[in-house]
């Protein structure tokens, strides 16, 4: 081989490889993602339509898939009336009911419930990390 076709083969060879796949979606992973979209979705919904009264009366979506009671809080938002007519509402309870079709069905056995505490979704504890002080 010539040194000349050295560094072209070794593009080719480089540019032709198929890039790593990513692993796929564990249940777990994508619980905690859709988890984390919802929440997200609420929050932006809440900040973004203040026009629409029936917003302000949903119940709260702060989700830890960690904790029992979420489940009990995804079928009741499902249910609740407020918001019928609210298209971003409407799609924000697609979603909801995805996931807790996902968590009831096909991920049962992947769950593990840490904590019972309902009122921790209700009002969540918002984590903090303080650096320690390093001046004396």
């Known amino acids: 081989?010539?040194?000349?076709?050295?560094?072209?083969?070794?593009?080719?060879l480089?540019?032709?490889?198929?890039?790593?796949?990513?692993?796929p979606p564990t249940c777990y992973s994508?619980?905690?993602?859709?988890?984390?979209?919802?929440?997200?979705d609420f929050q932006s919904l809440q900040a973004t339509e203040p026009s629409e009264a029936c917003v302000r009366y949903l119940p709260r979506l702060y989700l830890d898939i960690h904790n029992y009671c979420v489940l009990a809080k995804l079928r009741?938002?499902?249910?609740?009336?407020?918001?019928?007519k609210v298209a971003q509402v409407d799609a924000l309870k697609d979603k909801v009911r995805k996931l807790y079709t996902i968590m009831n069905s096909f991920c049962r056995r992947d769950l593990v419930f840490l904590s019972d505490d309902c009122n921790a979704l209700e009002y969540p504890i918002l984590v903090t990390t303080v650096l320690p002080d390093h001046q004396s």
Request: aromatic fraction near 8%; charge should be positive; charged fraction near 10%.
């Open 1 to 12: 081989m010539t040194p000349q076709l050295f560094p072209l083969l070794l593009l080719l």
């Open 30 to 40: 994508r619980m905690l993602a859709l988890s984390r979209e919802i929440t997200s």
């Open 14 to 23: 480089l540019a032709g490889l198929p890039a790593t796949r990513p692993a």
């Open 76 to 84: 009741d938002f499902v249910a609740s009336p407020q918001c019928w």
